[in-house]
């Protein structure tokens, strides 16, 4: 028998794939949100969903969805505790290498993932500044 490939994520970014801050449980519509957006990745086949609150250019509540692997899981969570409080504008300026930053690092080979909810984000402000 083979022993099991060692985790290789940091505790920040297990702790966020276990325990996903600002996640969307059940209906989408029940959630009250002034926008949203959808990015999805062929690369890997994650796809995002994010739903964005703003109150005088400040995001003041975000929700998301995801399906996909534990590094978007756990990049998304980040994402949402890194954007709520932020403007519109501080917001978009959060980027993929923060996001990395802040969960202690990604293997190399899933640093895209932190980029997914980065668009999602934007794609989520973009349809909020439309309206």
């Given amino acids: 028998m083979t022993e099991p490939a060692p985790w290789v994520y940091s505790d920040i970014v297990k702790e966020h794939f276990l325990n996903p801050r600002n996640f969307l ?26 739903f964005i609150r703003v109150k005088d250019d400040q995001i003041t509540d975000l929700r998301w969805k995801t399906y996909g692997c534990a590094s ?16 519109l504008d501080e917001a978009l300026l959060i980027g993929p290498d923060e996001i990395t930053e802040f969960l202690g690092g990604l293997p190399k080979h899933k640093f895209h993932c932190s980029v997914l909810g980065h668009e999602a984000l934007r794609a989520a402000i973009t349809n909020y500044r439309a309206r």
């Fill in 25 to 50: 449980m059940g209906d989408e519509a029940a959630y009250p949100h002034d926008a949203e957006g959808v990015v999805g990745n062929p690369v890997c086949g994650d796809q995002m969903k994010m």
């Fill in 72 to 87: 978007a899981i756990a990049s998304t969570s980040a994402l949402s505790e890194l954007a709520k409080g932020r403007t």
